[in-house]
């Protein structure tokens, strides 16, 4: 094992797991803390992750050569979701095949050609939201996200095909909830038995619906359609070949897995933060293009749902902030502490568009979507979905909170409002499709963001169980 590691806590790899399991933003702020940056994590059967924070360091990190560094061999994990094919597994030559056949579907001026649907499916889920009682909204944004997904990557009409995978699909993705997900062993030991025998199962229903649907989609040709299965349809290997049935698939699924959750979780923290900040959704609601963009990118700083993009493992020694990584170390971006350092960004923990206009996000600064050539493909997908979901919930309903604020759960890899996004809502004015009567704005809740600006956690704890755990293994902060 490496000696000379960035300094880590005493504690041993069972509690450090634990406590980046069960309170990850208040971990990682403890470890910043008590041993600076970088910090190595030790993570039971994952090794050692040392988190870097010092902009050169990240730039370094997502700019190596791709021989020296792989992030998709530390994804293994998802393979059973994803499949072989995925690009989000594979690296060097093969993952850069793979994400040129991508790429073009997933470009901004493409992605613009899918707002018309996008807006329908909105505005078809906004007419739902009940009005002036708690609602969680994250569940209703998942299946907002998921039917964007479905209808605008996978090219689904409506009809009894997408009625069956709207139903497989949130079972297949449960699977990152089983502690069997996490550890690719576990994966071979119970195959066909137990929850992981169901997930198999659903997962061939699908399959069986996608193949179908990529047969089927091959026999109509070139088409006027946007969606993102066209695009993988005309897309060619550099040889001239087509892409296989079976790497569309997986693609598709990766784009679900990557895409699904994440965008719904980040919307989720999106309302949250309204329900707080009234000025901000009154000011959303006027058609301010560049304040809604800084909003959004606001609330991708301050709630990174990934808190570290893909973990880079060390292939060969690589050289970074004067220490030498030996093969086997995992290397990774600490984006949530980037977000909160306050030479980056004064004032951190306050919630303020504002900084978003006065500069454009930084290269090696704002990590939301990783960086460097593996970048999140589907960004400009994402950001086209939230922008759409934020203006047209701000024309119609004012937001508030319906309690006190909750600490950020861990959902699988990802995070998410502790309490499921639970805000009121009240109608603004009519609708753009709706009957939703015309009532005035209300004041939004009187919770205050802190705004500390000092390197002390003001998160909030996550619930009575997460909060145990970590006093026992040491890790409330100030603020818990
Ligand atoms: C707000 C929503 C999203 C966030 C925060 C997000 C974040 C990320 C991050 C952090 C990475 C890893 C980048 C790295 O390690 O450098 C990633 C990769 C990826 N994302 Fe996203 N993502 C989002 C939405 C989406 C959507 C909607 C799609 C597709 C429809 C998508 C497709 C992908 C793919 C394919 C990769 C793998 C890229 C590669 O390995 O080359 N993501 N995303």
């Given amino acids: 094992m490496q000696a000379n590691l960035p300094p880590t806590s005493p504690m041993p790899a069972l509690l450090q797991t634990i406590g980046w399991w069960l309170r990850p933003l208040g971990f990682m702020e403890k470890m910043r803390a008590r041993y600076g940056t970088p910090f190595t994590m030790k993570l039971s059967g994952q090794g050692n992750f040392v988190v870097l924070t010092d902009p050169a ?36 030559g093969r993952h850069m095949e793979q994400r040129k056949l991508m790429l073009p579907a997933f470009h901004g ?31 209703r944004l998942q299946a907002l996200t998921l039917e964007i997904i479905l209808r605008a990557v996978f090219g689904l009409d409506e009809g009894p095909r997408l009625d069956r995978l709207r139903e497989l699909m949130p079972q297949i993705l449960t699977f990152g909830e089983s502690p069997v997900s996490l550890m690719p062993p576990l994966q071979r030991l119970m195959r066909g038995r137990g929850r992981f025998g169901r997930f198999e199962r659903d997962r061939a229903q699908a399959d069986v619906e996608l193949y179908a649907l ?55 923290f999106s309302f949250e933060q309204l329900a707080r900040s009234p000025e901000v959704t009154e000011r959303l609601a006027s058609d301010d293009d560049a304040y809604l963009d800084a909003t959004i990118n606001e609330v991708l700083r301050r709630r990174p749902v ?46 303020k568009p504002e900084r978003f206009l006065e500069r454009k996000p930084g290269t090696y600064t704002f990590l939301p979507f990783g960086g460097g050539r593996r970048r999140c493909l ?3 997908f994402a950001q086209l979905e939230m922008r759409i979901v934020l203006r047209e919930a701000a024309r119609r309903f ?13 959902r699988m890899i990802t995070i998410t409002p502790g309490d499921g996004a639970r805000v009121v809502l009240h109608a603004r004015r009519k609708a753009r499709t709706d009957s939703g009567t015309k009532t005035s704005s209300r004041p939004a809740s009187q919770a205050k963001v802190p705004s500390s600006g000092v390197v002390t956690s003001p998160e909030p704890i996550i619930n009575a169980r997460a ?4 006093s026992v293994i040491g890790l409330t902060s100030a603020n818990d």
């Fill in 57 to 92: 360091d990240i730039r370094a990190l997502l700019t190596a050569p791709p021989e020296v560094l792989h992030p998709g061999e530390g994804a293994a994990l998802l393979e059973p979701v994803v499949g072989p094919n995925s690009v989000i597994l594979l690296d060097e």
């Fill in 109 to 139: 001026d493409r992605m613009q050609r899918l707002t018309g649907l996008m807006a329908e499916l909105t505005d078809r889920e906004l007419d739902r939201w009940p009005l002036d009682q708690p609602v969680e909204l994250h569940e």
């Fill in 214 to 268: 990529i047969e089927e989609r091959r026999q109509e040709g070139a088409g006027e359609r946007d969606d993102i299965l066209s695009m993988l349809l005309g897309a060619r290997h550099s040889d001239g070949s087509p892409m296989a049935d079976v790497e569309i698939r997986d693609e598709l699924m990766t784009a679900l897995v990557a895409g699904h959750e994440t965008t719904a979780s980040s919307l989720s």
């Fill in 306 to 351: 990934l808190l570290i993009p893909e973990p880079r493992l060390v292939k060969q020694p690589f050289e970074v902030g004067g220490i030498t990584y030996e093969p086997g170390v995992v290397l990774t971006a600490g984006a949530y502490l980037v977000h909160h350092d306050p030479a980056i960004y004064p004032d951190p923990y306050a919630f």
């Fill in 378 to 380: 589907g960004a400009s």
């Fill in 398 to 410: 004012t937001v508030s909170a319906a309690g006190p604020r909750t600490a950020p759960a861990r």
């Fill in 467 to 470: 909060a145990s755990t970590a």
